[in-house]
């Protein structure tokens, strides 16, 4: 049962999610900060992944953006660093469907403390993988 890894990059915090074929689900799992290279390759080698997963910033229209370029030099050293295929993914819209996300986890009771920083950034990676395995049928 193959894992994947996915990254929702940020030059302040980067949010980390680990889904799989078998289930079809992603969930989040740590936020850390920016280029944390040793937290990245930590999970990598905890979850030893078969691909990773970058979410690409794109703006409404689909047009690239200056947080594109990060997130695409991001993609190239992970993969260059971990030796793994990396795959990009549109992450439009995945930051709002995380505080969606966090607000119903809390409306519900399933998340009794507040919310931090980091749990949208973790929350926003498990959206962006989620997505990333429903487009592969």
């Known amino acids: 049962m193959p894992l994947y890894l996915a990254f ?33 390759l930590d999970l990598v080698d905890q979850w030893r992944p078969a691909a990773l997963i970058v ?16 997130a695409r030099r991001f993609a190239a050293q992970l993969g260059e660093r971990s030796g793994l295929p990396v795959h990009l993914a ?7 469907a995380a505080d969606e996300l966090l607000r119903e986890a809390r409306a519900s009771g399933r998340m009794t403390r507040r919310v931090r920083k980091g749990d949208r950034d973790a ?3 498990r959206v962006i993988l989620q997505q990333w395995l429903e487009s592969r049928g």
């Not at 302040?12 to 740590?30: E, H, K, M, N, V």
């Open 8 to 40: 929702d990059f940020g030059l302040q915090r980067t949010g980390a999610a680990i889904g799989d074929d078998f289930t079809g689900r992603a969930r989040a799992l740590a936020s850390f900060p920016g280029e944390d290279w040793k937290a990245v």
């Open 55 to 70: 979410g690409l910033p794109l703006d409404r229209d689909g047009s690239e953006q200056p947080m594109t370029a990060a």
């Open 90 to 96: 549109d992450e439009r819209y995945s930051s709002l």
């Open 123 to 125: 929350q926003a990676a």
